[in-house]
């Protein structure tokens, strides 16, 4: 095990929170593979902070099929609404430019689901964007604030993509 890895498995005991945070993220970034099960015991973590990143590790950086399900489950069922818009940002990236109906659909209920906390609104009208064909230069030049999805999304294009869903 060369020094890297090694840094990266004692982070992964350590007591500091942060410090294990930083490990999960470097791992995910730099494609640790050899990792992916001590990632997914911390995809059930008591801190919300260490399942988001775990989550963002197996589903967004590294779009494993297995933990699709886990992205979506952790979506709509976490407490913790920063974790549930990174499964939901995570579930989403599986389908990036596919254009596909029913998770547009999904996204946009969410999307117009007062219910929903800000910031799990917000990342499903940004995972509309990645999910439709748009290309990112075509994409609404400003993408609202957490507090300002309601004044400040583009409901013209949100409506024309779910109408184009395939």
Known sequence: ???????????????????????????GKGFHYEFKDKVQAFLNHADAALRAAAIRVLAFYWQMEEFKDSAERMSVWDEDEE?????????????????N?????????TLRNKDEPDMVRLTAYTAMLCVSPLQAPSWPAHIPGIENVDEEADWDLVEQLLRNAE
């Open 83 to 99: 974790t549930r818009s990174v499964a939901l940002m995570g579930w989403a990236a599986y389908y990036e430019d596919t254009n």
């Open 1 to 27: 095990m060369n020094d890297e890895l090694k840094e990266l498995e004692e982070a992964l005991e350590s007591y500091d929170h942060d410090d294990i945070y930083s490990a999960l993220i470097r791992i």
């Open 101 to 109: 109906k029913e998770v547009m659909r999904r996204l946009y209920d």
